[in-house]
């Protein structure tokens, strides 16, 4: 009789310790469904690593070797329109906004339209202000590579105009003679100024993709979408793992989303 009580307390044991298991294993589980849940839909690192990118004038192509995309520097340096204060600069302002604080916020659309317009207005006088800091100006080789390139391109002119007239041009001498003509102080300034004005026209356009990824964060918090988003996903998650019920009833989750 004692043996049987025995045998009987030790399955009674063995099954309390499988159902604790099993309790602990379906607690991990909803853990990390709701913890991954959370992290893909609130995550902005993609987001920001790809503005951060943008604003060093990078460019993604597909590497061969690796077998994956990746992010590299232009071969060509007066593509680069940013120095490392004005990446710094901008991106402080953008990770004031695109963050999940945003994201998990209730706006309704005046309220969209005035956050965009101050973001937008702060930023453009930011710049204005410290345009010398935030950009990087041409290098005295790039200035100097430019300068040749329209010299050249004034010798090639000048002997074919030469030919032309039945004339045979001597580069060297027209090269000289262009040259001696020429303020070349001037023409650095020049020069310098015109390499300035041409990266200039991505500026706009690099500015306005900045402001589409915060309005987009901002259209995600419309009305509070993304907070029922999430509460609507978690849902549909209680119906697969029921256990989930009783913990998002007693506060869980979702209470961080208020009702």
Known sequence: ?????????????????????????????????STSMLEG???????????????RSKVKIFNEE??????????????????????NLIMKRVRMYLNKNTLLSNYETETIYEK???????LNDEIFMKYELVFKFPNSKEIQDE??????????????????KGLVPNKD???????????IEKERNKTKEALFKN????????IRSIQDSIHSAYLRAWNGGERRS????????????????KRNNGGGLLGIFGK
Do not use: H
């Not at 790809?50 to 604003?55: A, Q, R, S």
């Not at 027209?174 to 020429?182: G, L, V, W």
């Open 1 to 33: 009789m004692e043996r049987e009580d025995d045998n009987y307390f030790n399955m009674q044991t063995n099954a309390n310790v499988q159902s604790q298991q099993f309790e602990n294993m379906n607690r991990l589980m909803e853990q990390n469904v």
């Open 41 to 55: 839909q609130l995550n902005l690192k993609e987001e920001l690593n790809m503005i951060e990118n943008l604003l």
């Open 66 to 87: 690796k077998g994956e995309e990746e992010w590299v520097v232009p071969k060509d340096s007066s593509e680069i329109l940013l120095s490392e204060y004005g990446i």
């Open 116 to 122: 965009m317009e101050d973001f937008s207005n702060s």
């Open 147 to 164: 300068l040749i390139k329209k010299i050249n391109i004034k010798v090639d002119n000048t002997a074919f105009n030469m030919e032309l």
């Open 173 to 183: 001498e027209i090269r000289k003679q262009i040259i001696s003509e020429m303020d």
């Open 199 to 206: 990266k200039l026209k991505s500026f706009e356009g690099l």
């Open 230 to 245: 999430l509460r609507k996903t978690m849902s549909v998650s209680e119906v697969i793992n029921p256990a989930m019920m």
